[in-house]
């Protein structure tokens, strides 16, 4: 079992704590890393572009961990598993895995071509690398007996349909990705590995940016908040769960949307 808090103190604290996320070089993923350095942890950024890893990790290093970067397709399963190994060895146990890489398309089904190059794409990273991740890294995880936690980003198209982008890929490997959570969270409970989702909405990224000013302001009007999500918002609640105070939490699915799914 995975002790209680007793106090407050240090209840959202990472410290000392192994991080490994995939993706973790832009976007959400590095906001995901930069707070959970500035929680303590130590992060492993995995992912395929060296140059924004390298550049991620120049922007942790003032927190004064260990940060280290490791090519990963998570496409691929054999290199994932034999990753397992190499990061274990050179930057240590993970203590908390972050499946945050993920690739979207817009794109109407029979608008694809016949190899349905869109769907498998999509699938394959967004559904299929969460699930590659969580085979190679939870075994690890299982063989060290630490417990853990698992969090894998998904999104709120998960549980509505885009109506003026058609992107039946993604939405269907995030609610995919989103019930693989809950079977997870029952089959990796008696490791005391956690398992948990985050779907972020409309958050304020480099791709946020080519929205055009018509569907941007609509969108805002939309949600009862007003506003799309910072970046640092995705990573404060990727803390929470990862923090000894959500000890008792499993399973879960915080959509993080500014109430968007509830209006639009
Ligand atoms: N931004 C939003 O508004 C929003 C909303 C809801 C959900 N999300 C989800 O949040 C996650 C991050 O999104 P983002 O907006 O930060 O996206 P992004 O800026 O496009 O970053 C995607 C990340 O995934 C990595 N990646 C893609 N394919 C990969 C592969 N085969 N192997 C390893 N890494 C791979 C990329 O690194 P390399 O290219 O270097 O490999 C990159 O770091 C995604 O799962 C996305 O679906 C985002």
């Known amino acids: 079992m995975i002790p209680p808090i007793k106090n407050m103190q240090d209840a959202f604290s990472l410290k000392g704590k192994n991080a490994v996320i995939t993706g973790g070089n832009r976007g959400l993923g590095l906001a995901i890393a930069s707070a959970m350095a500035q929680s ?3 992060v492993a950024i995995l992912c395929r572009d060296r140059a924004k890893a390298a550049e991620a990790l120049a922007e942790l290093e003032p927190y004064g961990g260990k940060y280290m970067s490791f090519d990963c397709d998570v496409t691929d399963l054999k290199s994932v598993i034999a990753l397992a190994d190499q990061v ?42 969460t699930v590659h991740m969580t085979y190679a890294f939870g075994k690890k995880m299982r063989d060290a007996g630490n417990g853990g936690c698992i969090i894998n980003t998904t999104s709120n198209a998960a549980f509505i349909v885009n109506k003026t982008q058609a ?3 993604y939405s269907s490997a995030k609610a995919a990705a ?34 055009p000013k018509d569907q941007f302001d609509y969108i805002n009007n939309q949600m009862p908040l007003g506003r799309f999500g910072e970046p640092i918002e995705i990573g ?19 959509v993080i949307d500014g109430g968007y799914i509830l209006s639009c």
Not at 112 to 122: A, C, F, G, Q
Not at 181 to 201: D, Q, S, W
Not at 236 to 253: M, R
Request: proline share 4%; aromatic share 8%; with cysteine.
């Open 236 to 254: 404060a609640l990727a803390v929470y769960l990862a923090s000894p105070a959500a000890a008792q939490i499993t399973g879960t699915v915080t």
């Open 167 to 169: 992107m039946s890929p």
């Open 40 to 42: 303590g942890a130590n």
């Open 88 to 129: 274990t060895e050179e930057f240590g146990p993970t203590d908390i895995l972050v499946n945050n890489a993920g690739v979207s398309c817009v794109n109407e089904l029979l608008d694809m071509d016949e190899e349905l190059s869109d769907w498998y794409k999509v699938l394959n990273t967004d559904l299929n690398g």
């Open 178 to 211: 989103n019930h693989f959570t809950h079977c997870m969270a029952v089959e990796l409970g008696k490791y005391n590995i956690r398992v948990n989702a985050i779907a972020p909405g409309f958050t304020n990224t480099e791709l946020s940016k080519w929205i």
